[in-house]
């Protein structure tokens, strides 16, 4: 009679893999300012225990006034800042992304290429920083 091969799961080599680079870089689509709002309380949420600076560059207008109302988070660790009112270069994205200062960092309609999202999740996961790009899909006519 053949005997059934056991292996004992706690003595193999569990080394880890390094996460691929489009788990640190999330692109959500958004189409209007409730779920917009929804959006930034959910990554904030998920976030904010990390006692960390959750990074959000150029926010949809009163989409995060709902966080102030939110007795669960401190807001005073979300950091906002709009690139009409201070110079915020794609350079300055990764190094925040890469240093991994920040707990979670979320671009709101930011344009990229291809090559730049590519490098902002290189950055996003060398500094095991998710990144979240929020795009509104609203069109007008």
């Not at 059934?4 to 640190?24: C, F, G, Q, R, V």
């Not at 960390?52 to 949809?60: A, F, H, R, Y």
């Not at 201070?86 to 344009?111: D, R, T, W």
């Amino acid at each position: 009679m053949l005997e059934p091969n056991n292996i004992d799961i706690n003595h193999l080599n569990s080394k880890k893999l390094p996460a691929p680079a489009n788990a640190w870089l999330n692109i959500k689509n958004i189409e209007n300012q409730q779920q917009c709002s929804k959006q930034y309380s959910d990554i904030c949420q998920q976030h904010y225990q990390q006692k960390k600076w959750i990074l959000v560059i150029n926010p949809e207008k009163n989409a995060l006034e709902g966080l102030c109302d939110s007795s669960c988070l401190d807001t005073s660790k979300i950091l906002q800042v709009n690139t009409n009112k201070v110079k915020v270069n794609l350079e300055n994205i990764e190094k925040a992304l890469s240093k991994g200062n920040c707990a979670a960092v979320i671009l709101s309609n930011a344009s990229l290429a291809q090559a730049e999202l590519s490098h902002l999740a290189d950055c996003a996961r060398e500094g095991k920083t998710p990144c979240f790009i929020l795009k509104n899909t609203t069109t007008l006519h």
